[in-house]
């Protein structure tokens, strides 16, 4: 398991600009488990290469951007 401060920080800024009443909508909007959100927004943790393309998809992003590459 792969942990990122850089993409944790991203990730937590891309997230707090969309405008929902809870993270776990936001999770649910992106196609994700609320779990694996708050395992990447708490702890840094690199998903699975699907979920981070779920996640840029959703952010209208590249994956390389999303895990500051």
Sequence with gaps: M???REFQNRFKD???D???KTKTELAKQ???TYVTFSKI????IIPKFKVLIRIADYFDISVEYLLCM
């Design 2 to 4: 792969a942990i990122s």
């Design 18 to 20: 969309k405008d929902y």
């Design 41 to 44: 927004y708490n702890y840094g």
């Design 14 to 16: 891309l997230s707090d």
């Design 30 to 32: 992106m196609g994700i």
